[in-house]
């Protein structure tokens, strides 16, 4: 069972959106869970992370302060509440599972290159006026 990603659509500069991420039942306890988006012709970007652990999160450079990712572990659910949207969010976004329990950064930012546990399939968000 894979991870499914859902709330997509279409929303104005500086609107909002949230995403939802429906997980197979005890994902939450022990991987961490991330936003990734691809937009066309650009490489895979690592947007969000919370941890298994303790909910810790980390962000992407170009989505802090605007996006927060939350989860509630009861449903099995993680959401990416995406804020003050810009048209360069536009893309597809897809949650994932890590290896781990834990968020991989770099200096205080969700960077991630790798392999991933799961990857589920993503939806689609536009930004245009």
């Known amino acids: 069972v894979q991870l499914q990603a859902s709330g997509g659509g279409s929303a104005q500069p500086g609107g909002s959106l949230r995403l939802t991420c429906a997980a197979p039942?005890?994902?939450?306890?022990?991987?961490?869970i991330a936003w990734f988006r691809q937009a066309p012709g650009k490489e895979r970007e690592g947007v969000a992370c919370?941890?298994?652990?303790?909910?810790?999160?980390v962000y992407g450079d170009s989505v802090k302060g605007r996006f927060t990712i939350s989860r509630d572990i009861a449903k099995n659910t993680v959401y990416l509440q995406m804020n003050l949207l810009k048209t360069e969010d536009t893309a597809i976004y897809h949650c994932?599972?890590?290896?781990?329990?834990?968020?991989?950064?770099?200096?205080?930012?969700?960077?991630?290159?790798?392999?991933?546990?799961?990857w589920g399939q993503g939806t689609q968000v536009t930004v245009s006026s």
């Open positions: 994932a599972s890590h290896h781990t329990g834990l968020c991989p950064y770099e200096r205080g930012t969700y960077y991630y290159t790798g392999r991933l546990r799961s």
């Open positions: 039942v005890g994902t939450l306890d022990y991987y961490s």
């Open positions: 919370i941890s298994a652990s303790d909910g810790t999160t």
